[in-house]
């Protein structure tokens, strides 16, 4: 969100993060295995992802956290730090579904001079299933400062 | 699975040493740029250098994770064959956690370091397994710590 500039004091607990879809294709994941130079198989030979137990290749995990770095980010605004980034994944998402990206508010204090404000951060399938729960721990700035 | 196994001494004498010896990337523009085409991620701080030069960081920054990338496969391969576990073809990545000190920036060099932290044994449905986790930090070429990750993975 370009110049975008989101206050403490303008955040609520509660609040959701604007959604975000993403419908990531195998040549998304080939694209992904080359900038970041990792290139384990199942992420686009679907021979090895099938014989591994797979129906298909599956989206990399790192690939789907940076969709929910990426959701925070574009909320927080140039000004915005992320302080810590949580990652778990739970199911694999593969390419050619929605992978629905999603975020809620769910603390804020403030520590020192900083403005912090904690996220739950999420992806679901179309179905509204749960698949990678993800946590971000925010600072913001304060119109007091 | 063999009852009442547990974590050789030769794994557990890892924790607290290198599990991967330091390496040194360099990160510039372009790799920044097709990481943040990768995601589809099109941030004027990640593409545009006028912009990102106007803006607080005064050059172009790197997505959020990228930093975590840096030397990611040889992590990765190291958990599998590095950590004398037994005969364990089974791995897996739980997740991460990562602190964040300072944005990665172009031009920077960053040295990555990675130690094993902690080796546990448990018994699970798919057997024995050994869970470890891994400490990374990334410093830039002042010295400057740009970020922290504590990895979980297991071996069984």
């Known amino acids: ?145 | 699975m063999t009852a009442g196994e547990t974590v050789p001494q030769a794994a557990l004498d890892m924790i607290g040493k290198d599990l991967v010896p330091p390496m040194t990337f360099e990160v510039e523009k372009g790799a920044i740029r097709r990481l943040a085409e990768a995601i589809e991620d099109l941030n004027p701080l990640y593409l545009d250098p006028d912009y990102a030069r106007k803006s607080k960081h005064g050059t172009i920054i790197a997505p959020l994770l990228m930093v975590t990338t840096l030397g990611a496969p040889e992590l990765q391969a190291a958990l599998m064959t590095k950590i004398p576990v037994g005969p364990k073809k089974n791995g897996i990545v739980r997740g991460f956690e990562v602190e964040f000190f300072r944005p990665l920036k172009a031009g920077d060099v960053v040295t990555v370091s990675c130690k094993v932290e902690k080796i546990e044994g448990k018994e699970s449905k798919l057997g024995f397994m050994v869970n470890i986790t891994t400490v990374r930090t990334f410093t830039n070429q002042k010295g400057e710590l740009i970020a922290r990750e504590t990895m979980a993975a297991a071996r069984w």
């Open chain 1, 1 to 145: 969100m370009v110049g975008k500039k989101l206050y403490y004091e303008d955040v609520q607990v509660g609040d959701e993060l604007p959604r975000m879809v993403k419908h990531p294709t195998t040549r998304q994941l080939v694209k992904w295995a080359g900038a970041s130079q990792d290139w384990n198989e199942l992420h686009y030979d679907k021979d090895v992802a099938q014989k591994a137990g797979l129906p298909n290749v599956i989206v990399q995990g790192h690939l789907t956290s940076s969709f929910l770095a990426q959701l925070v980010t574009d909320w927080m605004g140039e000004d915005g730090f992320v302080k810590k980034f949580i990652v778990n994944w739970k199911r694999f998402h593969f390419p050619g579904e929605d992978i629905v990206c999603r975020g809620k508010v769910t603390a804020k204090r403030v520590e020192g001079n900083e403005h912090i404000v904690e996220c739950d951060l999420w992806t679901e399938n179309a179905q509204g299933e749960v698949y990678a729960p993800h946590k971000a721990i925010v600072v913001l700035p304060s119109k007091a400062q």
